[in-house]
């Protein structure tokens, strides 16, 4: 069984940070591009951003400058540092993976698109 699980999410006063950790667990051989993205009440998705394998990074114009995306391979875990929090980035935020390739039942499989539950984060005035 392949899960994406986040965590560091919670309640931060503007200006603070916090720092959000994503987790993958199961046999997994490799994990392409992984991300970060949020959804505000009533609004669609966005793109966070994202990091390749390289460690190649991409971030929406509303953060750059703010946040920092990391990953560390051999944990399979992707890192995002939210720094200088203003109420607009609250959010519950997803972890996402563009593909999961794993071990399972005598065979290798691929995933696309998978997503962790998501995890709030909530910044006050």
């Known amino acids: 069984q392949v899960q994406l699980v986040e965590s560091g999410g919670g309640l931060v006063q503007a200006g603070g940070s916090l720092r959000l950790s994503c987790a993958a667990s199961?046999?997994?051989?490799?994990?392409?591009?992984m991300g970060w993205y949020r959804q505000a009440p009533g609004k669609q998705r966005e793109l966070v951003a994202t990091?390749?394998?390289?460690?190649?990074?991409n971030y929406a114009d509303s953060v750059k400058g703010r946040f920092t995306i990391s990953r560390d391979n051999a944990k399979i875990t992707v890192y995002l540092q939210m720094n200088s929090l203003k109420p607009e980035d609250t959010a519950v935020y997803y972890c996402?993976?563009?593909?999961?390739?794993?071990?399972?039942?005598?065979?290798?499989?691929?995933?696309?698109?998978?997503w962790g539950q998501g995890t709030q984060v909530t910044v006050s005035s």
């Open positions: 996402n993976a563009d593909r999961i390739t794993y071990y399972s039942n005598s065979r290798y499989r691929t995933e696309y698109d998978f």
């Open positions: 199961g046999s997994i051989f490799s994990i392409n591009t």
């Open positions: 990091i390749t394998i390289g460690g190649s990074t």
